[in-house]
């Protein structure tokens, strides 16, 4: 949006209200009282009865930043509740992920809760077992593909999922080492829950930090187990 501006092909904004314009109350007042002004756009904010074209200067100068102060404080307060629920959640070893992983998916009447897949949870047995019998992750691959074993990605999407991932490069994907190995490394096969691995450092900043170990949420007994833990 702000490129057209730039490029002079708008010259109106209207928002419901300020909060849907931005929370953060230095940039949003940033943008409201001198980049807007400053580049000839109106700005309209319907519900908070603001026209930047009709403004009272004096009660709008007050009024609007203390009102995206406000929307900001509610923000921030939203997101502390959030995260202290989804910890409850995380502790008490409810499953709180978009996507079951592949062996598994999300019980019927609780989806917090994962139950026993079980065509996908053949798979992954299969996959222990050939491990147990000192078979490598590749040649383990190379059977899955070639018996056309659909990939986790792929049976995620045979099953309706709006399943998304950075690593599809061809129309049906296959089988790696990687995909075998980190069935084989996630302890999910056995009963526990491993989450909260990652944050954010604020609600304003949505860059992913890893965790220390000893801060993730680590329950047993969450679900029925799959398979042991085999050494690799």
């Known amino acids: 949006m702000m490129e057209l ?8 904004i209207v928002v419901k209200d300020l909060s849907r314009f931005g929370r953060d109350h230095l940039e949003a007042g940033e943008y409201i009282e001198r980049l807007f002004p400053f580049l000839g756009v109106r700005f309209i ?6 026209d930047s074209m009709n ?30 629920q989804l910890e409850i959640k995380r502790q008490r070893g409810d499953f709180i992920g978009s996507f079951a992983v592949f062996g598994y998916k999300k019980g019927p009447s609780d989806h ?21 019998d000192g078979i490598s992750a590749i040649d383990i691959a190379a059977r899955l593909t070639a018996s056309g074993i659909p990939t986790p990605m792929d049976y995620k ?3 309706g999922m709006r399943y998304t991932t950075a690593f599809r490069i061809k129309e049906r994907s296959e089988w790696s080492a990687g995909m075998v190995l980190r069935i084989l490394k996630n302890p999910v096969y056995t009963g526990v829950l491993e989450q909260g691995r990652v944050t954010t ?16 949420a680590v329950v047993e007994g969450c679900h029925e187990p799959n398979h042991q833990q085999v050494r690799l």
Request: proline residues 4%; aromatic residues 10%.
């Open 45 to 50: 904010a319907i519900n908070d009865n603001y």
């Open 112 to 132: 917090h809760k994962l139950v026993i897949d079980e065509f996908a949870a053949d798979v992954v047995r299969d996959i222990f077992n050939w491990k147990l």
């Open 201 to 216: 450092p604020s609600y304003r900043v949505k860059r992913l930090v890893h965790k220390p170990r000893e801060e993730w």
């Open 55 to 84: 403004s009272r200067a004096e009660s709008d100068e007050i009024i609007v930043p203390f009102k995206n102060l406000i929307n900001e404080a509610y923000c921030r307060d939203t997101s502390i509740k959030i995260r202290s």
């Open 157 to 159: 999407l045979s099953q």
């Open 5 to 12: 501006v730039r490029a002079k092909k708008i010259n109106c």
